[in-house]
């Protein structure tokens, strides 16, 4: 007999507790198609923690792929908390790289300390904008975000492909669609030679930081955690709910504009239509797997990189397929969902009524 | 050691229950008995225990030590597996919450049968259902229309659902968590009368309440918890007031009495006011109130109340007319304006309006104040300063809870109220909106609410009182007006008033057809 008993506040390390639980049961689940698909499964992990760990390389890369998803699990982790459903993170990211690149290609020429802050400016600007629309259609209108966010970001993504098409087309590009590269001045230093690694990781880990501190300590994050835990209750008690919906929208959708700026200015150097493998998707489960802190985030993002990272070396090894990643990433996110029932209730086991007893 | 005769006709024993929740006790030791028939008051201050208690017999909390036994078929008393709603339901304990758990766009017939049939079942077994809760309702006098939406139905109305859905189920004992909280005098008269003839049909019930006139005229023993120990159990004909009083709260409690007012100049006036619509709306109200008096708005729920009191909070624009604080025009008016203006609001529906449930309890005494410059500097919260004031208050309106960093959802239903109290009330307002101020508290602390509403107005703030208790409007207001289908009456003296005419009123007589 499994019994549900309600429990009070939860206690972080029982909350980390539990996505780590999840994590691992994620892991273990996966082990069975790993299993079908004939590969052992301690062959298949070890293949896969040294290809997220095992050189200094290896270590870099996932950390590079790291950098996107903090900034959009961030993106959709900071809506969520005000309940504002931002699903268009994906969308936003494109915003963020066309407007990084639209100032970094050489429309403007300065120095990189004026000219890379302009890229990031404008980047995060273009993704908050993005956001803007849907947040004040669910403001003044009632217009579902959850829908206008997701349709969004198809119509962003045709967008990014008409640009890149047409007036933004590399002349130099030998005829594939896609921008004009980055100025030099324009683009985000390497944290290390001859590694991807880049800039991008340090504004995410200070992104992070941010949003933690507005959370927590500020007016602001005050009022955002009031208007997603009880609206009701925030405008009776004279919060400005509008404008804090207006206020999240606009950060979540820089943040995630932000995680374009990185792709483009700091990895890619220029800008195409598979400039993300889902990047704004993965944000979701980065978050929920985070527990929607800011904090956990950045935990999250390391996790769901290296299974990523893991999975293409593994699969560039064994040829089973990195498809596999994808399946840990939505086990994960299936198991953190089903644990959020750990943290809101106490489950005892129980034999019978006499062992309870007995038990006590 | 219970003799045998002794458990004749016993439904239901509570043998020494003990629930903490970390270093508190909600419940020490309690032991219960109810009889086949009977009709149990359950007593005790905010924070007490009592809704604990209950959830522990319905199996929502497991108790730490003690155990609940159950005589479903009247003969021998068996331990009910602890920790199981589907035990207690299977045993044919009913349990009516104190905040209902109905699905709102179902049908009346859907609620009371979801969870009896498996829903592959429902369509078949709905000709035989319909027919058993008919004759249910013949019986117990309980009326609904079955095939109405749940979001339709009044709350009276809901909470009848909620008792056809125990009975629908054979239950033997029937748990009422603060039935009358909700309710018009007029809903309770007619549960209580339904309670009664459901204890002459053999039922075992028991009902929470704060009430101490319905819980003297309608039960027929009396248990009153104290700091979750069970102080006193004895039959009611033993009881009045003051002695049931002085058993909940440890010492006699005074009540507090209205000495005449000194009404000064009007304060806060709505001019030909509309606002809302439907059946709530309020239309071409004028109200004039004066400083250093308390107004009594005295009407049926679901009059226009409800649309003044969000008028008044800054959340509902008017439609038509004016309103002025010392004569300026309040234009558009919001919460924050409302707050700013000096207007302190206590709204009727405090979990829903009044505090963020995941929020601290010190949050939620700062929430309305939180822009204010002892709450913050430079837009950084000033933590320590407002968990200071958060124990200061906690301390002046005795909140009861573990501490100032509680999340506000894990206290009592009266205590969550005194949050709202304490935050209000601090500010020294210049009017006060009070809706159902004293509504599910218990006699300590309503006699506490009195006595602030009335320090208020002595000190020269104007007070809106929205209550649908007669007693309280007469004990309180200077003036009393009576709101009836979105018209407000003059405003008359409250020494002129008696409850025979304002009842009448009340029921949509005008005043010379009540004289
Ligand atoms: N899940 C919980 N976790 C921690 N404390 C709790 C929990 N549930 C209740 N409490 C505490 O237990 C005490 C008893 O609460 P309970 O709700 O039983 O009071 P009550 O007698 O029903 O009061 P009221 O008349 O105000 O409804 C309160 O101090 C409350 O804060
Ligand atoms: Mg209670």
Redesign the pocket.
């Known amino acids: 007999m499994i019994r549900f008993e ?3 506040p939860s206690s972080v390390s029982r909350m980390l507790g539990v996505s780590i639980a999840a994590a691992v049961a994620a892991l273990l689940l996966a082990a069975i198609p790993m299993a079908f698909a004939g590969l052992s499964v301690f062959e298949g992990y070890s293949l896969m923690v040294k290809g997220a760990f095992g050189s200094l390389f290896a270590f870099t890369e996932m950390l590079t792929r790291a950098t996107p998803l903090i900034l959009t699990g961030l993106a959709v982790a900071v809506a969520f908390r005000a309940k504002l459903w931002n699903i268009g993170a994906e969308g936003q990211l494109y915003a963020g790289a066309l407007a990084a690149v639209a100032v970094g290609t050489g429309v403007i020429s300065a120095p990189p300390y004026v000219l890379i802050p302009i890229v990031i400016v404008a980047g995060a600007l273009a993704g908050g904008l993005v956001m803007l629309g849907p947040t004040l259609l669910k403001t003044r209108l009632g217009v579902d975000e959850v829908v206008t966010t997701l349709l969004l970001n198809f119509i962003i993504l045709l967008f990014v492909q008409m640009m890149l098409e047409g007036p933004m087309k590399d002349p130099m590009g030998m005829g594939w669609p896609q921008s004009e590269p980055i100025l030099d001045a324009a683009a985000l230093p390497k944290l290390m030679d001859r590694m991807r690694i880049h800039w991008g990781l340090v504004i995410a880990l200070v992104a992070s930081l941010g949003v933690y501190f507005l959370l927590k300590r500020t007016v602001w994050g005050f009022e955002i955690r009031a208007v997603g835990e009880n609206a009701a209750a925030a405008r009776h008690a004279g919060i400005p709910v509008t404008a804090t919906f207006i206020r999240v929208g606009l950060l979540s959708g820089a943040l995630a504009g932000l995680a374009g700026v990185g792709e483009v200015a700091g990895l890619k150097g220029y800008l195409t239509a598979d400039l993300s493998p889902g990047f704004g998707y993965s944000g979701i489960v980065v978050a929920m797997l985070a527990g929607l802190s800011p904090a956990g985030v950045v935990l999250a993002a390391l996790f769901i990189a290296s299974i990523f990272v893991g999975a293409d070396s593994m699969s560039r090894a064994t040829g089973v397929s990195n498809y596999l990643a994808d399946l840990i990433v939505a086990m994960a996110l299936l198991c953190v969902l089903v644990s959020g029932l750990f943290l809101r209730f106490k489950i005892r086991f129980v034999g019978s009524q006499t062992n309870q007893e007995a038990a006590e | 050691m219970a003799g045998l005769a002794q458990d004749a006709g016993v439904v239901l024993r509570l043998d020494g229950i003990t629930k903490r ?2 270093a ?1 006790t ?1 419940n020490g030791d309690v032991s219960l008995d109810l009889k086949r028939g009977e009709i149990l008051a359950l007593l ?10 209950m ?1 522990i017999l319905f199996g929502h ?1 497991v108790a730490d030590e003690g155990r609940v036994m159950v005589s479903p078929d009247g003969t021998g008393l068996s331990e009910l597996e602890p920790g199981s709603p589907h035990a207690a339901l299977q045993a044919g304990i009913g349990m009516v919450h ?1 905040h209902f758990t109905l699905a709102e766009n179902l049908s009346a017939l859907d609620n009371i049968l979801l969870g009896t049939e498996r829903l592959a079942a429902l369509s078949s077994s709905r000709a035989p259902a319909r027919r058993k809760l008919e004759e249910l309702m013949a019986r117990s006098g309980l009326t609904v229309s079955l095939d109405a939406r749940i979001s339709q139905l009044s709350v009276g109305e809901k909470q009848r659902v909620e008792i056809l859905k125990a009975l629908y189920r054979d239950a033997r004992v029937l748990v009422l ?2 039935p009358t909280a909700v309710l018009t005098p007029q809903e309770s008269d007619t549960l209580f009368a339904t309670l009664k003839k459901l204890a002459d049909d053999g039922l075992g019930i028991i009902f ?1 309440s ?1 009430k101490l006139a319905e819980v003297l005229a309608s039960s027929h023993r009396v248990a009153v ?1 104290r700091g ?1 120990r069970k102080v006193a159990d004895l039959p009611t004909a033993e009881c009045d007031r003051r002695k049931l009083a002085e058993l909940m709260v440890g010492h006699a409690i005074v009540e507090t009495m209205r000495s005449p007012g000194s009404p000064g100049a009007p304060l806060f006036v709505l001019n030909k006011a509309s606002a809302g619509h439907g059946r709530d709306a309020l239309r071409d109200v004028d109200l004039t109130l004066r400083s250093g008096e308390i107004l009594g708005i005295a009407g049926v729920s679901g009059n226009g109340q409800t649309t003044l009191a969000r008028v008044i909070s800054g959340l509902e624009p008017l439609t038509h007319g004016s309103m002025t604080l010392e004569g300026k025009a309040i234009g558009q008016a919001s919460a924050r304006a409302m707050i700013d203006n000096g207007l302190a609001r206590i709204p009727e529906d405090r979990h829903h309006d009044g505090i963020v449930g995941a929020m601290s309890v010190s949050e939620n005494l700062a929430i309305e104040s939180i822009r204010k410059p002892e709450n913050q500097r430079l837009g950084l919260l000033r933590f320590s300063a407002m968990r200071e004031r958060a124990r200061n208050l906690i301390k002046a309106y005795d909140i ?3 501490s100032e960093d ?1 999340p506000a959802r ?6 969550i109220q005194k949050i709202v109290l304490a935050r209000t009330l601090e500010t020294v307002p210049k009017v006060v909106l009070a809706a159902q101020p004293s509504r ?1 508290l ?1 006699v300590g602390a309503t006699s506490d609410v009195h006595k602030r509403l009335l320090a208020a107005r002595d000190r020269g703030a104007g007070v809106i009182l929205i209550s649908e208790d007669l007693d309280e409007l007469m004990r309180l207001s200077d003036r009393i007006a009576v709101i009836h289908r979105g018209h407000l009456s003059e405003a008359d003296p409250s020494d002129t008033l008696d409850r025979g005419s304002l009842g009448l009123r009340m029921a949509g007589h005008n005043a010379e057809d009540a004289a």
């Open positions: 309600p429990r009070g | 929740f970390g508190l909600a005790g201050e905010n924070g007490a225990g009592k809704t604990t208690l959830n909390y104190q968590d603060e929470i704060h918890l979750g009861r809870c573990q509680s894990l206290l009592s239903g009266g205590n599910g218990d």
